[in-house]
């Protein structure tokens, strides 16, 4: 299956990269009468708009019909990142310095896994003003998730 997954999301960058799109995130959900393709846009320019993932997925849709990639019964879910969106470390990070976020992190700090500050930098370690503890400084290799926090 993993060959089929692949095939997919190549034929995804194909569609994303003439639109000015990049996928965020690409997972497939295995369901016991079918899959779901779940597919994350993101544009560096402007916010992603409701128009362009209905326009994508119509596009990546014909391919998949065209190309037959999957052979079962399969839904595909196109989205933007939303206000919550992932950040990947460290790719998006310089984005985002200054704003809010929220850490998920492999193994506890001060007995907690999750974390929300303002993001200072965008180069390891990780610095984030927490507010209630002042800056906490965090590997890459600590975090599980980053997400922007509203």
């Not at 299956?1 to 995804?12: G, N, P, S």
């Not at 996928?23 to 899959?35: D, M, N």
């Not at 919550?84 to 790719?91: D, H, K, S, W």
Request: a negative charge; glycine letters at 4%; hydrophobic letters at 40%.
């Amino acid at each position: 299956m993993k060959q089929v997954e692949q095939t997919v999301f190549a034929l995804a960058e194909t569609v994303a990269e003439p639109m000015g799109l990049e996928i965020l995130e690409a997972q497939f959900v295995y369901h016991s009468k079918r899959i779901e393709v779940r597919i994350v846009l993101d544009r560096q320019s402007e916010p992603v708009s409701v128009s362009d993932c209905a326009s994508f997925s119509r596009q990546l849709s014909r391919i998949l019909d065209v190309e037959d990639p999957i052979e079962s019964a399969y839904v595909l879910e196109v989205s933007s990142p939303g206000f919550r969106r992932l950040i990947r470390v460290p790719r998006d990070l310089t984005r985002f310095i200054g704003h809010r976020v929220r850490l998920k992190l492999r193994e506890p700090i001060a007995d907690r896994r999750v974390w929300i500050g303002s993001l200072m930098n965008d180069i390891d370690p990780l610095r984030i003003d927490t507010g209630e503890i002042g800056e906490l400084a965090i590997s890459f290799e600590r975090i599980e998730r980053i997400n922007l926090h509203d």
